[in-house]
């Protein structure tokens, strides 16, 4: 009698092992992007006036008192200490990041006061830096793909 065997085990076993590679691809992109989003906000928090996000210019106290401190007129950084607050979190057993600022004002400048307008810092990124993930997320599932 002529027969023909499959034998699933090899495919199997090799599938899991794409899997692992997968999910560690996966993870890698991950991190890529979370830093690129961190990155992103801090570039957005130094030259958010020179960039299309919406912001209304300084009042003319704002551009004196920045002057005068020979700061420059095209961010929110004066002492730079909202901007060295910007942190990152990846979670490997949950596939997610975050980005967080590490001062409570940061706030104040995202959404506005009664005094002072908003001038977006976080809220812009997706749309900034959406094709960049997308390419990551590509990359590196072709890496975790290649046998």
Known sequence: ??????????????????????????????????ALARETV??????GQNKSLGWPPFRPSTIAR??????SLSGLVD???????IHESVSRT???????????????????????????TFKPVPDQINRKIAEIFKSEIRKGLAI
């Open 42 to 47: 801090i570039e957005n928090i130094k030259t």
């Open 79 to 85: 002492t730079g200490r909202m901007m060295t607050s």
């Open 94 to 120: 949950k596939l997610e990041g975050e980005v967080y600022p590490g001062v409570n004002y940061l706030k104040y400048h995202e959404e506005g006061t009664r005094k002072m307008p908003n001038r977006p």
């Open 1 to 34: 009698m002529i027969k023909v065997r499959i034998d699933a085990k090899n495919a199997i076993s090799g599938l899991e092992r794409t899997k692992g590679k997968l999910k560690n691809s996966l993870f890698a992109a991950l991190v890529r992007s979370t």
């Open 66 to 71: 920045k002057s005068k401190r020979g700061r």
